[in-house]
């Protein structure tokens, strides 16, 4: 999935992408994975940080960027994986002291067993749709 290097970097590095310039490219590598027969299903980015009460850093980022794919996907009548919805609610049932990281990341961004094991059954449940 794409989308938290872009926004990590972006805040972290001064690299990444900005909003203007990140729906063209995800428009880009939809158009060529499809010409190449592909079946693409899109995901909103995760977290950057697990706090579940909106103060990690570049949550306002995470949702702007997250309802442009939300919006892309349903345009382009495309498969959806919404993993930011996902995470945040399994942080909120799962993270009662509201912790920055170590429920579903290592470090906010890089995902432990548990962080994995989300993405693989939010991906598996649509990928079982697909027809």
């Known amino acids: 999935y794409i989308g938290v290097n872009d926004i990590w970097h972006k805040s972290m590095m001064g690299t990444g992408t900005d909003y203007d310039k990140f729906g063209k490219f995800y ?9 190449s027969g592909i079946q693409v299903i899109v995901c909103t980015p995760a977290v950057i940080g697990e706090r579940h009460d909106g103060t990690n850093p ?13 919006k892309y996907a349903a345009d382009n009548h495309l498969p959806l994986v919404d993993l930011r919805s996902a995470f945040l609610n399994y942080s909120k049932a799962n993270n009662p002291n509201n912790q920055d990281s170590r429920i579903l990341t290592y470090d906010r961004v890089h995902l432990n067993d ?3 094991k989300l993405v693989a059954e939010q991906m598996w449940e649509k990928i079982k749709t697909i027809k």
């Open 27 to 35: 428009q880009a590598i939809v158009d060529k994975m499809k010409a």
């Open 58 to 70: 570049q949550d306002g980022e995470l949702n702007h960027y997250s309802n442009w794919i939300r």
């Open 114 to 116: 548990a962080g994995n």
